[in-house]
């Protein structure tokens, strides 16, 4: 997905608290995404960051550093129903282009 | 405000066939963007449409092909499908203003094709 890199899988337990990292070529940078997509269902918007910093939403954290080409999604107090793939996808050029996902087990 | 709709959510076709899917944005939304979601390849960016122009294009073959009405409906036709073209097939609806962007997307379209 034209260089924006995120882990395939990650796991973690119910109730912690875990980090998908998502790096990107800065070049013609606008914008960051994140969403979340059930198995079988089309993505949900989560976040999307412009600016550099952290963007809390409930449960769900957002972080970009742009000079870096460098952000983060933090889903704290985990459930089960957080297994998922989250999807990290960038603002170039008015094209909005996707990572291939992360996907998260969460383990009781 | 109702979501972006998608029809058909499933269809079957054979090799050689053509098949159109359409795409009604959320209301005030001008940009309607085409993705293509297969297990291999993850989520691929098809074209996207604003204003009834087309904004952008990704790398698909010419088979492919869109276009977007003046309510900002869209639609998107696939000719001489091949097995490969079988995939979801995602329509977003997007919304720029100042520094934001948000962008929905519908519940897809699942196109098997034998």
């Known amino acids: 997905g034209q260089n924006i890199d995120q882990p395939t899988e990650m796991t973690a337990t119910e109730g912690a608290i875990v980090q998908i990292n998502c790096t990107y070529q800065?070049?013609?940078?606008?914008?960051l995404f994140w969403y979340q997509q059930h198995a079988g269902e089309a993505p949900t918007f989560l976040s999307y960051?412009?600016?550099?910093g952290l963007e809390e939403k409930g449960r769900f954290s957002s972080f970009l550093s742009r000079s870096k080409g460098y952000s983060y999604l933090l889903l704290k107090e985990l459930q089960m129903k957080d297994s998922a793939s989250y999807l990290c996808a960038v603002s170039r050029d008015d094209k909005i282009i996707f990572g291939k996902g992360t996907r998260l087990h969460i383990l009781p | 405000k109702a979501g972006v709709t998608q029809t058909p959510r499933y269809l079957i076709k054979t090799r050689g066939q053509q098949v159109t899917l359409s795409c009604s944005p959320i209301s005030g939304h001008r940009s309607v963007s085409w993705y293509q979601q297969t297990p291999g390849q993850g989520l691929q960016f098809l074209f996207e449409y604003f204003s009834e122009t087309q904004r952008n294009k990704g790398n698909f073959p010419g088979r492919f092909s869109g276009r977007q009405f003046s309510n900002s409906r869209s639609e998107m036709n696939v000719s001489t499908l091949e097995l490969g073209d079988s995939a979801l097939y995602l329509c977003?609806?997007?919304?720029?203003?100042?520094?934001?962007?948000?962008?929905?997307f519908g519940p897809g379209t699942r196109l098997t094709v034998l």
């Open positions: 977003a609806s997007r919304l720029t203003s100042g520094s934001t962007d948000t962008q929905y």
């Open positions: 800065t070049s013609g940078f606008n914008g």
């Open positions: 960051n412009v600016l550099d």
